[in-house]
């Protein structure tokens, strides 16, 4: 990554964000099993539910398009982390069903909105070459903070309750986006952007690859660790363990899957990334072993990141004065089937959990076979017109 003045000021201000951001998400992703099912006695159809409601923001998110229309963008990333701490810091009050998902409703309208604003202004300011690598930095520091949210968790469950857990780690995502609101690492030799929604139809496969992504991903976030806790008996500290070994392997293999995507290719990428999640769920469907599934769990959070192919792949065929609308209109498509399969797929949890997970191996192999169509020449391409 170049280390011009003002990309290095966009990259920190970025950094400070994501690092806010995931204090406040990843603490809220590790309490949220446990604290239903300890505290709020939910069942698998309560967190389909609220999961699905978890997705309703990132469907919405088109509309980031017209609130950047009165705010700029990075105000917009910064508001968002702290609407998201606020979010995070409500949940341990609110223990019930309806309490979840009014306060998932806050937390996930900004994780979704700084997500969409994250990756809109990572794909403007860096180059071709750039972007690629500059995500996995991203990733590799949110790794980290994640390993020292997992390592809080573990020691704060000895001296506090969920809710004052819950306070804390919401307070620091606050703190970050107060911070990030005071900065403006904006700079003016940029594309402006086109601040509508609009489809085209030269974008198909980024949309059909974003749109399985995030049907895919929704099985993975709403279920994976569902079945360690209900079906293995994993404790709140066993996942805590398990979520910090994921992000030690991340933290070192995330720069290193930025530099796999301009060596190898998008389509190497991702087709590696498909293969082997369908792998993955497939065990998960079949295991009765519980260090399986949970080596499922921690190879499915590294492939996962291999997603940032998606997003490079559009960054190289988009027009430049695309990249907010692409972003905001590749959330919403992202989570067209996200606001439904957790909620059906607590319905199948019902039936036969083995069902959710073989769904997610169907979505897999369509995605490794549409992603033989992305050039394996990108740069050289001629993509569209």
């Given at each position: 990554?170049?280390?011009?003045?003002?990309?290095?000021?966009?990259?920190?201000?970025?950094?400070?964000?994501?690092?806010?951001?995931?204090?406040?998400?990843?603490?809220?992703?590790?309490?949220?099993?446990?604290?239903?099912?300890?505290?709020?006695?939910?069942?698998?159809?309560?967190?389909?539910?609220?999961?699905?409601?978890?997705?309703?923001?990132?469907?919405?998110?088109?509309?980031?398009?017209?609130?950047?229309?009165?705010?700029?963008?990075?105000?917009?990333?910064?508001?968002?982390?702290?609407?998201?701490?606020?979010?995070?810091?409500?949940?341990?009050?609110?223990?019930?069903?309806?309490?979840?998902?009014?306060?998932?409703?806050?937390?996930?309208?900004?994780?979704?909105?700084?997500?969409?604003?994250?990756?809109?202004?990572?794909?403007?300011?860096?180059?071709?070459?750039?972007?690629?690598?500059?995500?996995?930095?991203?990733?590799?520091?949110?790794?980290?903070?994640?390993?020292?949210?997992?390592?809080?968790?573990?020691?704060?469950?000895?001296?506090?309750?969920?809710?004052?857990?819950?306070?804390?780690?919401?307070?620091?995502?606050?703190?970050?986006?107060?911070?990030?609101?005071?900065?403006?690492?904006?700079?003016?030799?940029?594309?402006?952007?086109?601040?509508?929604?609009?489809?085209?139809?030269?974008?198909?496969?980024?949309?059909?690859?974003?749109?399985?992504?995030?049907?895919?991903?929704?099985i993975f976030?709403a279920f994976?660790?569902?079945?360690?806790?209900?079906?293995?008996?994993?404790?709140?500290?066993?996942?805590?363990?398990?979520?910090?070994?994921?992000?030690?392997?991340?933290?070192?293999?995330?720069?290193?899957?930025?530099?796999?995507?301009?060596?190898?290719?998008?389509?190497?990428?991702?087709?590696?990334?498909?293969?082997?999640?369908?792998?993955?769920?497939?065990?998960?469907?079949?295991?009765?072993?519980?260090?399986?599934?949970?080596?499922?769990?921690?190879?499915?959070?590294?492939?996962?990141?291999?997603?940032?192919?998606?997003?490079?792949?559009?960054?190289?065929?988009?027009?430049?004065?695309?990249?907010?609308?692409?972003m905001a209109?590749?959330?919403?498509?992202?989570?067209?089937?996200?606001?439904?399969?957790?909620?059906?797929?607590?319905?199948?949890?019902?039936?036969?959990?083995?069902?959710?997970?073989?769904?997610?191996?169907?979505?897999?192999?369509?995605?490794?076979?549409?992603?033989?169509?992305?050039?394996?020449?990108?740069?050289?391409?001629?993509?569209?017109?």
């Amino acid at each position: 990554m170049a280390d011009a003045y003002k990309q290095r000021r966009m990259y920190v201000f970025l950094l400070v964000l994501m690092v806010g951001a995931h204090i406040g998400f990843q603490g809220w992703r590790t309490l949220l099993n446990n604290f239903a099912v300890d505290v709020g006695g939910l069942s698998g159809l309560d967190i389909g539910i609220v999961q699905s409601v978890r997705e309703i923001p990132g469907f919405l998110a088109l509309l980031a398009l017209y609130v950047i229309l009165i705010i700029r963008e990075h105000k917009l990333a910064a508001l968002s982390v702290a609407i998201l701490g606020a979010g995070v810091a409500l949940t341990g009050l609110m223990p019930s069903t309806g309490g979840l998902v009014f306060t998932t409703l806050v937390m996930s309208f900004g994780f979704h909105y700084f997500e969409t604003m994250n990756q809109s202004l990572t794909l403007q300011y860096f180059s071709h070459s750039e972007a690629p690598l500059v995500m996995g930095r991203l990733r590799s520091v949110t790794a980290l903070t994640n390993i020292l949210v997992g390592a809080a968790i573990y020691f704060m469950t000895k001296a506090m309750g969920y809710t004052e857990m819950f306070a804390l780690l919401g307070a620091a995502a606050v703190g970050c986006g107060l911070w990030a609101l005071t900065r403006d690492p904006s700079q003016t030799d940029i594309p402006p952007q086109r601040k509508k929604m609009a489809l085209h139809g030269k974008y198909w496969l980024y949309y059909a690859l974003t749109f399985l992504s995030g049907a895919r991903r929704q099985i993975f976030v709403a279920f994976a660790v569902f079945l360690l806790v209900e079906k293995f008996g994993f404790t709140l500290r066993h996942i805590t363990i398990l979520f910090v070994l994921n992000n030690i392997i991340n933290y070192f293999a995330n720069p290193i899957i930025g530099k796999a995507i301009n060596r190898f290719g998008e389509r190497v990428v991702l087709s590696t990334e498909y293969t082997v999640l369908a792998l993955v769920f497939l065990g998960y469907a079949y295991t009765e072993n519980p260090w399986l599934a949970a080596g499922l769990y921690v190879v499915d959070n590294i492939f996962f990141n291999f997603a940032i192919g998606i997003k490079t792949f559009y960054q190289k065929v988009a027009d430049p004065k695309d990249i907010a609308s692409g972003m905001a209109v590749g959330f919403t498509i992202n989570h067209i089937a996200a606001v439904f399969i957790p909620a059906l797929g607590g319905l199948m949890w019902i039936m036969d959990y083995r069902m959710v997970f073989l769904g997610a191996v169907a979505l897999s192999l369509v995605s490794l076979a549409l992603v033989q169509c992305v050039p394996a020449q990108l740069e050289k391409a001629q993509y569209g017109s």
